[in-house]
């Protein structure tokens, strides 16, 4: 790709919603010298300003402050924007952004339904701006040597995958918008899961064909502990358990192919191990050094780099939960629904709240 400097020396980055993640995101993109944070949106001032005293107090210029995101993305003079907003308010807040023409870095999960994620799709791919979903692991090279490992065959055909994530999260989101199912969709499944079951996804590369999922809520209105088995279009069987109620953190896969086998952190691809019939691979051929998707999105804008994550990693995710919590519904297997994209007119814009 080529690159293309920034405009006026750098590019123009919008922040919707300054909650806890937005924090993290600030950091990342204020050490990037290719960015300027040029504007902050919450639902009040006093919110951003507090935002601001406690993650930019030394950052020059000031950036600016709204409450109203159609006009921070009108008004903000803006290239692009991280919406970090709870998750049933990514597709209105990205359908705005692609209105306003600007690259849209996403806070995992794209949106709460396939039905929004096909809208979503066809709307940006109209304006063929940058497209980025926050996801950890597509952007160590941990995970992209394992994708190449899976679509060479280097140990001959994947067949089987198993994994676990788990987290103290009942306790830790206790309060907060996590917990109320119309602000996040879901619970841990969706929220600290989505890392999980994105790296199961972005790896394997085929679309879910069949979900069995149990979900229980641990006495809260949304999922804390998920077990979930799935098959792929493509043929490899995966079983997951998603834990939302367990005071140490962790997360593996376990990818078994037909002469090996691949242990990986499926959180954020940190660590690697690889075996074939001899036992433990050493030095394995793995190059490069991790990114932030902040800094792959900073980088696929400018033409230094691909996006690692796509909108059609969004629909299979998006496709995948939904067949999640169908299955926990009903008691049977569930197959994911192709869905027609929808108008935005179907639902009412939600107000922004702290992501």
């Not at 020059?60 to 159609?70: L, Y």
């Not at 009108?74 to 924007?81: E, F, I, N, S, T």
């Not at 001899?278 to 230094?304: H, K, M, Y």
């Not at 519904?329 to 108008?343: F, M, N, Q």
Request: proline letters at 5%.
């Amino acid at each position: 790709m080529n690159y293309q400097p920034p405009a006026g020396g750098r590019l123009r980055v919008g922040i919707l919603g300054t909650g806890g993640m937005g924090g993290a995101h600030a950091q990342r993109f204020r050490t990037n010298p290719d960015v300027q944070i040029a504007a902050l949106c919450d639902v009040s001032t006093t919110i951003v300003d507090s935002f601001i005293t406690r993650h930019l107090a030394d950052y020059s210029p000031r950036p600016v402050v709204f409450t109203d995101p159609a006009m921070m993305f009108r008004d903000g003079g803006l290239d692009a924007v991280a919406i970090i907003t709870p998750h049933t308010m990514h597709f209105d807040h990205a359908m705005l952004a692609a209105d306003a023409g600007l690259h849209v870095l996403m806070e995992k999960p794209m949106v709460t339904s396939a039905t929004q994620a096909y809208a979503l799709a066809a709307r940006l791919k109209e304006g063929g701006k940058v497209f980025v979903i926050g996801y950890n692991t597509p952007c160590t090279p941990a995970f992209a040597w394992l994708r190449e490992v899976i679509r060479e065959k280097r140990f001959g055909r994947l067949e089987l995958i198993s994994g676990y994530l788990s987290q103290n999260w009942k306790h830790l989101t206790k309060g907060s918008w996590r917990q109320v199912p119309a602000l996040s969709g879901g619970g841990q499944a969706y929220d600290s899961g989505a890392h999980l079951l994105n790296s199961l996804c972005w790896s394997v590369e085929s679309d879910i064909a069949e979900v069995f999922a149990f979900l229980d809520n641990v006495d809260t209105p949304v999922d804390i502990n998920s077990a979930i088995n799935l098959r792929f279009a493509n043929g490899v069987l995966a079983c997951l358990a998603i834990g939302g109620n367990c005071v140490r953190d962790g997360a593996d896969l376990h990818f078994m192919f037909e002469h090996g086998r691949v242990d990986i952190d499926g959180w954020m691809g940190t660590w690697l191990r690889a075996y074939d019939a001899n036992g433990e691979i050493g030095d394995l051929p793995v190059a490069g050094s991790a990114q932030t998707p902040n800094d792959n999105f900073i980088d696929a804008i400018l033409g230094r780099a691909e996006p690692r994550t796509s909108l059609q990693n969004g629909i299979v995710h998006s496709e995948l939960m939904d067949a999640i919590y169908a299955s926990a519904r009903t008691g049977l297997p569930a197959r994911p629904v192709r869905h027609k994209p929808r108008s935005r007119e179907d639902e009412p814009l939600t107000d922004v709240r702290s992501g």
